[in-house]
């Protein structure tokens, strides 16, 4: 046995490696027979596997293990490491497999979703995002080929057709958020045949701790064109003129915005002496509301840029650029208002899911990541996922210093650029971390200033990330990327020059800098484990100052601490106080997708009860059957004037309209209702309680209300040359539908700030 398999056999809350290193030696001992083997004949050995069912028992699972890495070496010219197997069976057990960045995920994920495929099981394999959907998929297909097992992907600009087709293979990589989309659209069909996707089977989710604890709250989002709304330009202009403090307030987490009382007056005033409370029109405070928003807390580079002539969102968790992502109507009509740019089409949320929703629907789910120990709980808690700690195929020799905090942001800058200097005299490549592409931009200029050249890596060239990256390891190479950018993608020392690699080794390998802690230490692991990867040499440091973000809004009160020069402060209590804030920031987080995840329960019951009826009428003749006692006259007439099909068909296109109708106005009444609550009884009653009060009895008529609706509909079809046209009654369908993921939802994150101090804070009962 390896020692570095010996090394973390008995790492404590994780899953118990031992079941699987017993069978290492077993795998390597079918090694010489198979590599006898003709391509065709180990493809005949992979198929054999599935004449059984899951789970794998132990004969079958070694026989897996070693068919699958004769086939990787054939295939890739990659022999799968120990580890790597280990990885592969504890995915093929439903575990997350933390492994650290560069240890082949890729590899191991493929090998057990062939495990999973050779099963009869088909496999989605969740990406982060297009790019490494559409490479990983195209990487592993010679892999999958030579085990038999079929191959597809998706990307955002794939057609219906071409999702179909991708879905029928036995593994489909596709990113969250596509698979996502297509689940939405499937609930609006009409027809069966339109649906692409088929019942999910298997999940494994790369990246897991992205997808599943950071993007897990994100709502992704239908929406259907309705009328454009207009943002309120003069408004805008108005609250433009407000002044922080004086006129407004805004609470420490920068989510909500509130206006002073001399901030009421002020805009009364601006808007030439109306009551901005009056019963009569309550329509003025909420675009003042809406302006304000997107004057006091949207900040331009940081939550969105403006790209030719438009209003984009800035994915806040990766610090990417996504398409066709929009804030909920009023808001981004606020937001162009704002910044004077052209109004775009908006629309009407039609239904949504949680990206946690979205996963819990595999009856079988697993993982990989580079960090999943720091979120054991919450995967645990909210997936009923266990971790496996996969030790690294070399031991790891990066150098991961102590954070360096200093008093003030100008000083931490100044010490950082020292720091890069230094390091980039000896030919070391760096890598600075940010936060976000305002942070990015501004420390590339100080960089550049100092006459330090470098790449940024950010929102802005999103499509060439990931070339960029791949070379950010090369000698001299400095690079500045905001969290996580280029994730999946490789920092090989030297780049693509081989021969470079010696000089960078020999140098000391990658030096990671952090341009402040993250608001969880499994981040700040994230940026670390860029450097060392496979037991390269490289180091990892943090610079932290008092006004960051973090310290300023988590820590209590920070003063009284001494400094030396140059403004650092070495005191080991201040520094201990940088790890408090940390986890402060950490434990809120977590409150806030705790109470997504109760709201979101509630929600998920109603919509699954829609769903299940819909699908009735969708694919029974459950909505024919519904009308025909409901108007059994009327039904009986049109039957005998046209046929019975045609007369099924336009009582399910009726009843499937009411269906999604009401569906859509229960949703945007459900979202008015949270925000609403939270308005109503701020500090008072516990605003889940009330929602639920509030959400359950309105819910009660809603099947018996659509079919009410249905049957008037019913009522009032006519038959036009021989035809049932249901558009006639009102039937229509939205004239496009586009989707996106709302990374800052404004008006239920600040509630959910509030509900998550409400809950944390025993004294406020
Ligand atoms: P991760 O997703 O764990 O960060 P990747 O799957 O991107 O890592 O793989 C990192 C690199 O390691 C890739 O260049 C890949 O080709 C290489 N690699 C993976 N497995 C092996 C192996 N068994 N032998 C040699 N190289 C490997
Ligand atoms: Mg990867």
Redesign the pocket.
Same mark, same amino acid.
């Given at each position: 046995m390896a020692e570095s398999v010996r090394r973390l056999l008995g790492k404590p809350g994780a899953v118990d490696l031992r079941p699987y290193t017993k069978l290492l030696s077993a795998i390597e001992d079918r090694e010489a027979d198979l590599r006898e083997l003709d391509d065709s004949e180990l493809t005949e050995a992979a198929i054999e596997l599935g004449n059984a069912e899951l789970p794998y028992e132990r004969d079958d699972l070694v026989s897996l293990c070693a068919v699958g890495r004769e086939a990787?070496r054939r295939a @890739? #010219? *990659?022999?799968?490491?120990d580890v790597?197997l280990l990885g592969v069976m504890s995915l093929l057990d439903g575990h997350v497999a933390e492994?650290?960045?560069?240890?082949?995920?890729? @590899?191991?994920?493929a090998l057990a979703a062939a495990g999973f495929a050779l099963r009869g099981r088909r496999v989605h394999l969740v990406s982060v995002n297009d790019y490494l959907a559409k490479r #990983?998929a195209e990487?592993m297909r010679p892999l999958y080929d030579l085990l038999g097992v079929t191959v597809g992907w998706i990307n955002e600009d794939s057609t219906p057709a071409e999702r179909r087709e991708a879905y029928t293979c036995d593994v489909t990589y596709a990113a969250v958020t596509e698979l996502g989309f297509d689940v939405l659209r499937d609930r609006m069909v009409t027809d069966v045949d339109d649906r692409v996707v088929p019942p999910p089977s298997i999940a494994i989710v #790369? *990246?897991a701790d992205s997808v599943l604890v950071d993007e897990a709250r994100v709502p992704l989002v239908l929406a259907g064109a309705a009328e454009s709304q207009v943002g309120d330009v003069e408004m805008a202009d108005i609250v433009r003129h407000l002044r922080p403090r004086l006129h407004y307030t805004v609470d420490a987490e920068g989510r909500n915005v509130q206006l002073t009382d001399d901030g009421i007056d002020a805009v009364e005033k601006a808007l030439g002496g109306v009551d901005l409370y009056s019963e009569d029109d309550t329509s003025i405070l909420p675009q003042v509301n809406l302006a304000l928003h997107a004057h006091a807390l949207l900040q331009r580079d940081v939550h969105y840029v403006v790209r030719d002539g438009e209003v984009r969102l800035i994915n806040e968790s990766r610090g990417r650029i996504a398409l066709l992502q929009r804030w909920p109507d009023g808001l981004q009509a606020a937001v162009e208002a704002k910044e004077k740019v052209e109004v775009s089409e908006t629309g009407e949320v039609l239904d949504s899911i949680t990206v946690q929703s979205l996963i819990l629907r595999y009856p079988k789910r697993a993982g990989?990541t580079?960090t999943a120990m720091a979120v054991a709980e919450q995967l645990r808690e909210f997936y009923e996922l266990e971790v496996a700690v996969i030790p690294s195929?070399k031991p790891n020799v990066r150098e991961d210093h102590g954070t360096r905090l200093y008093a003030t942001r100008e000083e931490k800058e100044d010490a950082l650029v020292a720091k890069v200097a230094e390091i980039h005299e000896t030919g070391r490549p760096i890598l600075i971390g940010t936060q976000d592409v305002a942070e990015s931009e501004l420390l590339a200029g100080r960089l550049t200033e100092a006459g330090l050249e470098c790449v940024v890596l950010n929102a802005k060239n999103d499509a060439d990330e990931a070339s960029i990256i791949a070379e950010a390891g090369t000698h001299g190479a400095v690079t500045v990327s905001t969290q996580m950018a280029g994730r999946?993608? #490789?920092i090989?020392l030297g780049g693509s020059d081989m021969a470079d690699r010696d000089r960078v080794v020999e140098a000391g390998g990658l030096f990671v800098v952090g341009y402040g802690r993250y608001p969880s230490s499994r981040l700040d692991g994230q940026l670390r484990?860029r450097a060392g990867?496979?037991g390269d040499p490289g180091d990892s440091l943090f610079f932290v100052s008092m006004d960051d973000d973090l310290i300023v809004n988590n820590a209590p009160e920070s003063t009284g601490y001494t400094t030396s020069a140059d403004g650092e402060i070495t005191d080991e209590g201040w520094l201990a106080m940088v790890d408090h804030a940390q986890r402060v920031a950490e434990g809120q987080l977590l409150e806030v997708h705790r109470n997504t995840w109760r709201y979101n329960q509630l929600i998920d019951v109603q919509r699954d009860v829609v769903l299940e009826h819909r699908e009735m009428v969708l694919t029974g003749d459950q909505g024919d059957r519904h009308v025909a006692a409901d108007r059994a006259e009327r039904h009986a007439e049109l039957v005998e004037e046209l046929d019975e099909e045609r007369v099924a068909r336009a009582a399910r296109l009726i009843t499937l309209f009411h269906l999604d109708r009401g569906w859509t106005d229960h949703n945007a009444f459900l979202a008015e209702l949270r925000e609403g609550i939270y308005l109503r009884y701020l500090g008072r009653r516990d605003p889940l309680d009330e929602f639920n009060r509030e959400a359950v009895p309105v819910f009660k008529g809603f099947l018996d209300g659509a079919r009410r609706r249905a049957a008037e509909s019913f009522d009032e079809l006519e038959v036009v040359d021989g035809e049932l046209d249901v558009s006639t009654v009102g039937v229509k369908r939205p004239s496009m539908t586009w989707t996106y993921m709302v990374h800052d939802q404004p008006f239920s994150s600040a509630l959910e700030t509030f509900v998550g101090r409400l809950k944390g804070s025993p004294s406020r009962s």
């Open positions: 990787a @890739l #010219d *990659e022999r799968p490491f790597q492994m650290a960045t560069g240890e082949g995920k890729t @590899l191991a994920g #990983d990487w #790369d *990246e990989m580079g195929n999946g993608t #490789d090989r484990g990867r496979q």
